[in-house]
Nanobody, 123 residues
Framework: QVQLVESGGGLQQAGGSLRLSCVVS????????MGWFRQAPGKEREFVAV????????SYADSVKGRFTISRGGAKNTAYLQMNSLKPEDTATYYC????????????????WGQGTQVTVSS
């Protein structure tokens, strides 16, 4: 019923920038949150950022705070992750997530997931 598609990943040098996009289609919900997670090979999936249903409230992992910015489009079915000052440790598959939980920092707080987009940062 719900589909999420990420795009915008690629290869960048350290210090560069990338902008990821996530589009939700199918059945959508006016009050759902949209979040970004990432997972490197052999590591657990970790929270990156979340934007609330209104698009006015955001939260970030300490590792990306000040470098990444999450936002929503006017129609609220699109989320963006602007990634600046990229570091090699940002290399991972990035996943968009969609859910309505009051807590937004765990994978289990989300109901739907995209297929992921690869981000690789060279040193």
């Amino acid at each position: 019923q719900v589909q999420l598609v990420e795009s915008g990943g690629g290869l960048q040098q350290a210090g560069g920038s990338l902008r990821l996009s996530c589009v939700v289609s199918g059945r959508t919900y006016a009050t759902y949150n949209m979040g970004w997670f990432r997972q490197a090979p052999g590591k657990e999936r970790e929270f990156v950022a979340v934007v609330g249903w209104s698009g006015t409230t955001t939260s970030y992992a300490d590792s990306v705070k000040g470098r990444f910015t999450i936002s929503r489009g006017g129609a609220k079915n699109t989320a963006y992750l602007q990634m600046n000052s990229l570091k090699p440790e940002d290399t991972a598959t990035y996943y968009c997530a969609y859910g309505d939980s009051a807590s937004n920092y765990r994978s289990q707080d989300y109901d739907y997931w995209g297929q992921g987009t690869q981000v690789t940062v060279s040193s």
